[in-house]
């Protein structure tokens, strides 16, 4: 006859509960080893009796399988930090790996380390040559055009200045001579004082005061001094002077 169900409930017999509790605490223990050598699992157990008397066993240390249990649940921030510094630093391996590319790219445009680069390569690297060139000859014709637009503009600019000045320099020509010709037909005097002495003339009326030549006149000697009673220059010094027309 076969071994009937065991109900599952709190042995009230105290030796028979110290009896069972010895018979599975062994077997446990021994399943875990078992467990642990068998399948290369990282095992640990610990109970407790109802005495409050330790048993335990730990295929990989009970510490650190303990540490190890808190990492893994207790502390979800870590794990999650742990991924996100797994992640920036993969970013940062594709970003060197992307910088290091970009160098060598520069490198081959300025004609250097052209030696590791195949047949494909250098025809890809001679059209792009060949492009930037193109481009750079538009824009260098379009800034030339712009800036020959804006001497153009200047030239205009400076055309309108210099013939509004004709303008006002005509203007003031005009002026000028109708003041001129409005004077002639008034009397004139003029008085021309030298240092030697005074000269005074008189234009008559309706002469042409531009037309009078006033005749040369040389002064040679000194200046006839009019000695009197009581002068301080001698008599010597007075010399007659001459007046030669």
Not at 54 to 73: D, W
Not at 169 to 181: A, F, K, P
Not at 196 to 211: L, Y
Request: charged share 25%; proline share 3%; with cysteine.
């Amino acid at each position: 006859m076969g071994r009937g169900r065991v109900e599952l409930k709190r042995i009230e017999n105290k030796i028979n509960r110290q009896v069972t509790f010895s018979k599975r605490r062994n077997g446990l223990l021994k399943k875990a080893y078992e467990l642990s050598v068998l399948c290369d699992a990282e095992v640990a157990l610990i109970i407790f009796s109802s005495r409050g008397k330790l048993y335990e066993f730990a295929s990989a240390g009970t510490t650190a399988t303990l540490e190890r249990y808190q990492r893994c649940c207790f502390n979800p921030l870590n794990t999650g930090a742990e991924r996100e510094t797994q992640s920036w630093y993969q970013e940062v391996s594709k970003l060197k790996a992307k910088y290091e590319a970009l160098q060598r790219t520069q490198r081959n445009l300025l004609g250097e380390d052209l030696g590791p680069l195949n047949v494909k390569e250098l025809e890809n690297l001679e059209k792009q040559l060949e492009g930037a060139l193109t481009q750079a000859r538009q824009r260098k014709t379009k800034i030339m055009m712009e800036q020959m637009e804006d001497l153009r503009r200047k030239e205009r600019q400076l055309g309108e200045m210099n013939k509004q000045l004709k303008i006002r320099v005509s203007l003031e020509l005009s002026s000028h001579e109708t003041q001129g010709q409005g004077l002639r037909g008034f009397p004139c005097q003029w008085n021309a004082a030298a240092t030697a002495g005074t000269s005074t003339f008189m234009v008559q009326p309706g002469s042409n005061p531009m037309e009078f030549e006033p005749e040369p006149v040389l002064q040679m000697g000194y200046h006839h001094y009019n000695l009197g009673e009581g002068s301080s220059v001698p008599r010597n010094m007075a010399v007659d002077s001459f007046d030669l027309f």
